[in-house]
């Protein structure tokens, strides 16, 4: 297994929690605004769950799923055996590989730019992993099961559906299964984002598709572990088959909590603007200290380059008490970038602006 990327973290991080203002943690996105009402209320209501919940999970929060889907990103042709909560998405992904028999001599394909955790599943399957964002230097090969992450995480990046398009019949044409982290689906600031299940992407069925999804971010239920994977039937039950023999189960408090969150967008755009204003903020403090900012049209980081080694920019940042994660934990194509969340509070981003000042 590689090394935990965070752990080469621990200096900058002592450094930056010296500053006689305290530090500014803008390296992890972990949100830090209150958990929806409604989502308490449902946890609350349905705090008396003595017996053990069923792994595919009740059909109201699988049905909350597809209406959601539908309801906000034009999803259609969903059942609900096309549908599994899950504990945290990232838990799922790590799993993935090895929970769909996927092993030793397999190719895992993963974007050039990404989240450890699609490597790590590989590793931990025994699989071989491959970082490419082109299809043609996948080679003759055949993959097992490729990554798509659009919104990018750390990049925020988007990719566009004739692209997505474009990935789907290949993985198709090859009988490769492709799977679409869409975590930040919510979190756009120039536009829609396209999910790989939209019948204009996926054609209208989702066979070999999977996508999945994350209340932690839109809806500040990271510590809830709300998630969900929706897609191609077959496979979702290839997963349920696997999950039932490990005792995977979301509790049933939580999938309460999910109808209820999945089911009300007001919270979610409430949230939306909270991040979109300390997104420009903190742009525009970055801008004006020298810095460029690359894609970042969604998702909720900043991905930021000052044209050095990434170390060197953690570095100057946590002189200044402002701690941010090296782009080379992403990958070797990141090394010159560091990605700047804004999920800090307004004091703590205000704070961010003013030292960069």
């Known amino acids: 297994m590689p090394d935990f990327p965070w752990d080469g973290l621990v200096v900058h991080a002592e450094r930056a929690r010296a500053h006689p203002d305290g530090i500014v943690d803008l390296s992890i996105g972990t949100p830090v605004d209150p958990t929806p009402a409604v989502a308490q209320a449902a946890l609350a209501a349905a705090a008396d769950a003595p017996g053990y919940p069923t792994t595919i999970g009740i059909p109201a929060v699988r049905q909350a799923a597809i209406d959601w889907l539908a309801r906000n990103h034009g999803v259609t042709g969903l059942g609900l055996d096309g549908v599994l909560p899950v504990v945290g998405s990232k838990e799922l992904i790590a799993a993935l590989p090895l929970h769909l028999g996927i092993g030793p001599g397999d190719l895992v394909v993963l974007p050039e730019v990404a989240y450890p955790t699609y490597e790590v599943s590989a590793a931990l399957a025994g699989a071989e992993s491959l970082a490419t964002d082109s ?10 099961l490729l990554y798509l992450n659009s919104p990018s995480n750390p990049t925020g990046r988007v990719l566009p559906p004739a692209h997505l398009r474009k990935v789907v019949e ?8 492709l799977v679409s982290d869409e975590c930040y689906i919510e979190n756009s600031w120039d536009g829609p984002v396209a999910s790989v299940l939209h019948p204009d992407v996926s054609g209208g069925s989702h066979e070999g598709i999977l996508a999945i999804h994350s209340l932690s971010k839109r809806s500040n239920l990271a510590g809830y572990r709300c998630a969900f994977v929706a897609g191609d039937p077959a496979v979702v039950g290839e997963l349920l088959a696997v999950r039932k023999n490990l005792g995977l189960i979301m509790p049933l408090p939580q999938q309460h909590a999910m109808i209820a969150a999945l089911g009300d967008d007001t919270h979610a755009l409430e949230q939306h603007s909270r ?16 810095f460029r900012i690359d894609h970042s049209e969604a998702s909720l980081y900043l991905w930021s380059t000052r044209g050095e080694d990434a170390w060197d920019t953690v570095a100057w940042l946590a002189e200044r008490g402002i701690l941010v994660a090296p782009g080379a934990f992403y990958g070797a194509a990141g090394r010159q970038h560091v990605r700047v969340a804004f999920t800090a509070t307004d004091e703590r981003i205000d704070a961010a602006v003013a030292r960069l000042g």
């Not at 299809?135 to 097992?144: D, E």
């Open 135 to 144: 299809l043609t230097a996948i080679g003759p090969r055949v993959p097992a």
């Open 170 to 177: 290949w993985c198709r044409e090859r009988g490769v299964l």
């Open 275 to 290: 991040y979109a204003a300390r997104r420009t903020r903190l742009r525009s403090a970055l801008e004006r200290a020298g």
